[in-house]
Nanobody, 122 residues
Framework: QVQLVESGGGLVQAGGSLRLSCAAS????????MGWYRQAPGNQRELVAT????????NYADSVKGRFTISRDNAANSVYLQMNSLKPEDTAVYYC???????????????WGQGTQVTVSS
């Protein structure tokens, strides 16, 4: 009922930058929050950053604070992740997540994109 499409991943050298984008579409009454998670091979999926759509309140993993910035465009149902000073340990598949009201009473929190690969070479 809700589709998330990510873009912007790729290969970059350590110290470089990438910007990820995610657009939500489908049955959307209101988006409460959007976020980015990542999963490296052999690891569990972990939170990178989240942002609420109403207040813009953000939350970051300690490992990315000061290097990554999450932002949103409510009119476009989109969220972005600006990643600077990338490190090899940032290498992972990055997934977009959305907390969506598809009606006043029905809330979906498990909408995920297909993922986009970010590879940081040393």
């Amino acid at each position: 009922q809700v589709q998330l499409v990510e873009s912007g991943g790729g290969l970059v050298q350590a110290g470089g930058s990438l910007r990820l984008s995610c657009a939500a579409s489908g049955t959307i009454f209101r988006i409460n929050a959007m976020g980015w998670y990542r999963q490296a091979p052999g690891n569990q999926r972990e939170l990178v950053a989240t942002i609420t759509t109403s207040t813009g309140r953000t939350n970051y993993a300690d490992s990315v604070k000061g290097r990554f910035t999450i932002s949103r465009d409510n009119a476009a149902n989109s969220v972005y992740l600006q990643m600077n000073s990338l490190k090899p340990e940032d290498t992972a598949v990055y997934y977009c997540n959305a907390d969506v009201q598809i009606s006043k009473l029905i809330r979906l929190t498990d909408s995920w994109g297909q993922g986009t690969q970010v590879t940081v070479s040393s």
